[in-house]
């Protein structure tokens, strides 16, 4: 008999919503547990099969630590403005807002019928003015400490998205979204200084509980490098430049120098004979994106600007090149090349005849650099020294000279912070006619995104708000001066990187929230998400919290505690999920064929919950069949409770419950969900074996089930006679003593051979152990016609006879 999960599910949704089952406590002694989700962007093809995985596995963990005496933060909200709300409403001349809201209804009732314990009092919207207005207000404090700052850029434009692009949005030269080109070109963009963040970014990730993977691509992505500038002149000019190097202890070494071919320095010392090759080149290294460039295996072009630079450490002339291998976005934009011992100049110099002298000893530079430690020599004072104590050597002496000094490298770059798009948070900031920029003051915060019939991108790169006249044009009522409005909107990025705190309180009208539930809350003690947010929101999200700590208006350095990556579900012919291949599974179909319950159970049950899996039906029924099982377990054919429960307990089932309570306790805290399910099934085989059901038991595996499949755990929590909620009684313990196993497997052995494995009572001593031995039928043969010299015997493992 299968049970009705459509009837059960419906009435527990209701219920638990007309009781609030799920707010958490607003005074509480318990101790706080605060489990967040990635919040959702409301697409219009509403919730994935991907989305359950996470949602599920944050929401057992919800129920599990209430269960276990903790007061619980477990938020929903939405994610809402951003490119492809406006995209559809380009396409098809709906309103973003209304579009926006339709598709948010959709995904709460989704959300609801697989059953997730949140909070919805705490329900937040990132298009929302009561919201943004404390997003646009971290944005005025940015402003102010000039953490926000004008400047005229090279951005990535993408001219069919009509906007800029962050550098984390363009991938191999595409968008991110929809993949169209971009290209680089000069604009005036609002930038956030997150590279005044950069140690701290990468200093603090030791601080949390994130995968390794996740901290070494923030580690990559900020990409630190210690090493020196040194400062080279000219020959026969008083112009000189400055390049980065990681190893300044190779100076000597350094035989040629190259410039970036957009330094404008390039112009000023070619020489005229080398003018039209330069230009050529320039205009070549244009076209290129830095990745291009950067390829190590591609051949080396470059050409020699004339001119000749002066090696600080020996005097010696060095010709000056530019080639696009060199790039103006990092360093100083300009390299002394040490062609022995660094592959690209090497491979450069070895195409152009460029001289190559070795400074460190061994490897064969007939072949190849050299890129190993090893004794310096042709080096003068650093003759004998290995590569640490050589650069130190040599940063001291080039900051003793002048010509120098200790210095370290950033890949990350600030973070542009404009979109010339319609549906995102206007920047507030007003440009006023005497060339001066004011932030909106924060009692004219929020300022509201206005109302748009035409919200087309202009194309020239101003934002669809550089149309609305009224809007735009202010005059600042004390002195009569005139200002135009900023029209540029923030990236999507930007609700993101706070709302995790708003959660902590919603309604707040006077700030963003109260520093005294801020103390309480964070940090968010577990956070899921998946892993392709590892450089974008996670970053910027580290970065707004370490601000807003500045500020004083949160207490700690890290905003996520304990990091986790869900893995993703992929097709059943194991390839990605997409309309194109047909392969979406949608979870309302489930929920109505099967039930959220099954959905839940059969998502935590896939495998791991960082690993990629493969979407089964099979897997599905499989789960299906587990939870009919359990119903038969405790209703009968009359669909009544079965009279096998009992408050008689005859110990047959004490062993595997107590087992069972051990093992789905702890991995639960583990997020280990597939092997606390396999826990669940074996109890329930068990159960199935028994003539007693001490209504103890059953209670309890209600109990240790409920977290997973809540609504079937419910209704069978209801039947075996509670009136309260099964989330709110408290999680079943476990006694060490019942764990004991009291049989254990033994070997008998005849001069060392083994002849027997047998199961006997735990603790037999040495003499009991002997004497079962010896009356072993395996053992008395093999020992017959023999004289017995000695036996061993090993309590809980072994006994061994000698005998000849
Ligand atoms: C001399 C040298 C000798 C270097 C040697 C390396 C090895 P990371 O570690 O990634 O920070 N470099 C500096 N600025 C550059 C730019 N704008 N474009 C391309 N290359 C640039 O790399 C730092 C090293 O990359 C620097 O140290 C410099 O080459 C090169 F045996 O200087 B080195």
């Not at 459509?6 to 949704?13: A, G, H, L, V």
């Not at 530019?322 to 040490?338: E, F, K, N, P, Q």
């Not at 007693?692 to 409920?706: I, S």
């Not at 017959?784 to 000849?804: D, F, M, S």
Request: charged content about 25%.
């Amino acid at each position: 008999m299968a049970y009705n999960h459509t009837q059960i599910e419906e009435k527990w949704q209701k219920n638990w919503m007309k009781n609030h089952t799920f707010k958490t406590e607003e005074v509480s002694d318990k101790p706080k547990f605060y489990a967040l989700d990635m919040f959702p962007y409301p697409s219009g093809q509403g919730l994935h099969v991907g989305h359950p995985k996470g949602y599920t596995s944050t929401d057992v963990l919800a129920r599990f630590k209430r269960a276990t005496g903790y007061n619980v933060l477990h938020p929903m909200g939405w994610d809402a403005f951003g490119l492809p709300a406006e995209q559809y409403a380009l396409d098809t001349g709906n309103d973003p807002a209304e579009f926006t809201e339709k598709n948010i209804q959709t995904f709460k009732r989704q959300l609801n019928s697989l059953g997730f314990s949140f909070d919805w009092d705490r329900e937040i919207n990132t298009t929302d003015p009561e919201y943004y207005k404390w997003t646009q207000w971290i944005f005025t404090k940015l402003f102010e400490k000039g953490l926000a700052y004008e400047a005229e850029v090279a951005v990535n434009w993408c001219p069919a998205l009509g906007t800029v692009l962050a550098n984390e949005e363009v991938i191999d030269g595409k968008s991110e979204r929809g993949s169209h080109p971009v290209f680089r070109v000069p604009m005036k963009q609002w930038m956030l200084k997150i590279t005044a963040y950069a140690d701290r970014l990468i200093d603090d990730l030791d601080t949390i509980d994130w995968p390794e993977s996740v901290k070494d691509m923030q580690r990559n992505w900020i990409g630190r490098s210690e090493g020196a500038n040194v400062t080279f002149k000219i020959k026969d000019t008083d112009k000189e430049f400055t390049v980065f190097t990681t190893r300044p202890d190779t100076l000597f070494g350094s035989t040629y120098a190259v410039l970036a071919p957009e330094l404008k320095l390039v112009q000023e010392i070619t020489t005229p004979e080398q003018e039209a090759e330069v230009s050529a080149y320039i205009k070549e290294a244009e076209k290129k994106t830095d990745l291009d460039r950067t390829e190590l295996s591609k051949e080396k072009t470059g050409v020699f600007t004339g001119a000749y630079a002066i090696n600080p450490a020996n005097g010696k002339e060095m010709p000056i090149w530019i080639a696009d291998y060199v790039l103006s976005t990092y360093g100083t934009g300009a390299i002394m090349a040490v062609p022995a011992h660094d592959e690209r100049d090497y491979d450069f110099a070895k195409a152009f005849d460029l001289e190559i002298l070795p400074v460190l000893e061994g490897g064969n530079i007939e072949e190849a650099a050299y890129t190993e430690d090893g004794i310096h020599i042709n080096s003068e004072f650093l003759d004998g020294l290995q590569k640490e104590e050589a650069i130190e050597k040599m940063i001291t002496w080039l900051e003793e000279k002048q010509v120098g000094k200790k210095e370290t490298s950033y890949r990350l770059r600030d973070w542009l912070f404009s979109r010339q798009r319609y549906w995102g948070e206007p920047i507030p900031i007003i440009h006023w006619e005497d060339g001066s920029m004011t932030a909106v003051p924060e009692e004219e915060l929020p300022l509201v995104l206005p109302v748009a019939t035409d919200i087309k991108p202009s194309g020239t790169g101003e934002s669809p708000l550089a149309n609305m006249e009224d809007w735009i044009n202010v005059v600042d009522e004390k002195t009569g001066m005139k200002g135009r409005r900023e029209t540029n909107t923030m990236p999507q990025w930007a609700g993101s990187s706070w709302y995790y705190l708003r959660f902590i309180d919603p309604h707040n009208q006077e700030q963003l929230a109260d520093p005294e539930k801020l103390k309480e809350w964070l940090p968010v003690d577990v956070y899921l998400g998946g892993a392709e947010h590892a450089v974008l929101h996670l970053l910027y999200a580290r970065f707004w919290h370490k601000f807003l700590y500045d500020i004083g208006v949160v207490s700690t350095i890290e905003p996520f505690q304990t990091l986790y990556n869900q893995g993703m579900i992929l097709g059943e012919g194991n390839e990605k999920m997409s309309k194109s291949k047909g392969n979406v599974v949608n979870p309302d179909d489930v929920v109505n064929e099967f039930g959220a319950d099954t959905l839940r159970l059969y998502e935590m049950f896939m495998g791991p919950l960082d690993a990629s899996v493969a979407w089964s039906e099979k897997g599905l029924e499989g789960s299906r069949k587990f939870l009919d099982r359990v119903w038969r377990l405790f209703i009968d054919e009359n669909a009544v409770l079965r009279d096998r429960i009992t408050t008689h307990n005859d110990g047959k089932l004490t062993k595997v419950y107590h087992q069972t309570v051990k093992k789905v306790t702890e991995d639960l805290e583990h997020l280990r969900f597939n092997t606390a399910i396999s826990q669940l099934m074996i109890f329930v085989n068990e159960a199935y074996k028994a003539e007693a059901l001490p209504v103890e038991y059953m209670n309890g595996f209600l109990q240790l089930l409920a977290p997973i499949a809540p609504f079937v755990s419910e209704e069978l929590w209801e039947r075996m006679g509670h009136t309260e909620s099964i989330s709110h009684v408290s999680w079943p313990t476990y006694d060490e003593k019942e764990l004991v196993e009291d049989e254990i497997e033994v070997i008998f052995q005849v001069n060392g051979k083994l002849k027997a494995k047998v199961i006997v009572p735990r603790d037999l001593s040495k003499e009991e152990l002997e004497e079962v031995a010896m009356n072993h039928e395996q053992i008395k043969a093999n020992i017959e016609g023999k004289t017995v010299r000695k036996v061993i015997a090993v309590p809980n493992k072994l006994v061994n006879i000698v005998a000849n």
